[in-house]
């Protein structure tokens, strides 16, 4: 499939406009690689406060270990979450095909007009900033199915996905798609961010 690309992280959008088609499809071997890495650390804080009989974490210690349990959960949910299914949207014939979980089981398949794609658009409020945030829903065969939920620059991708369904907008969605996929190297240092730093901490103490 050619087009635009972008990785969300836990999923991939692909746009085509010349063939006036779309795909989402869960990102999960990401987790085979952020899971165990964030893991890593509150298991080895927790040996060192509670087996190995020599030392006892500090308050920053404790920060990191709870922090970083919390950051493993959400790694675990994000990417390894049921409703995160693979979707296809054809627009020429106004369909879209939403896949079973883990791309298990038949998928389902219903028309733009019975599918009731809506755009739920809210701002949550953030010390000294407000942060947007739009989710794009479908419901198909009586099942409410999240296609996006987005924050910040990259609503403008949720909101492009509903204009290309309800306006035929694909052009529109594919730029965006394009503009997603540039931000992708910097949800990559971000993440690789996250990874590194606890082991950058504990060398800077092992070398006091």
Do not use: C
Request: glycine share 8%; charged share 20%; proline share 4%.
């Amino acid at each position: 499939m050619v087009g635009a690309r972008a990785w969300l992280v836990d999923r991939s959008v692909e746009v085509d406009a010349a063939r006036r088609s779309a795909r989402i499809t869960p990102m999960r071997w990401p987790a085979l690689l952020f899971v165990p890495a964030f893991a890593s650390t509150p298991a080895s804080l927790a040996w060192v406060q509670f087996f190995s009989g020599t030392a006892h974490l500090t308050t920053g210690g404790w920060v990191f270990m709870v922090g970083y349990a919390a950051l493993t959960v959400v790694a675990v949910v994000m990417f390894l979450r049921p409703s995160n299914r693979r979707v296809a949207i054809d627009f020429d014939a106004r369909r879209i095909s939403v896949g079973g979980p883990y791309g298990i089981g038949a998928s389902a398949d219903a028309s733009f007009a019975d599918a009731g794609i809506r755009l739920e658009e809210t701002v949550r409020q953030a010390p000294g900033r407000a942060i947007p945030r739009a989710k794009v829903t479908a419901t198909v065969a009586a099942h409410t199915y999240e296609l996006l939920d987005l924050a910040n620059e990259a609503t403008a991708l949720a909101r492009a996905l509903r204009d290309a369904v309800t306006d035929n907008k694909v052009e529109r969605l594919e730029a965006e798609a394009q503009a997603a996929g540039a931000e992708q190297g910097k949800r990559f240092v971000m993440l690789l961010g996250l990874m590194v730093l606890p082991g950058l901490m504990f060398a800077w103490a092992a070398l006091r």
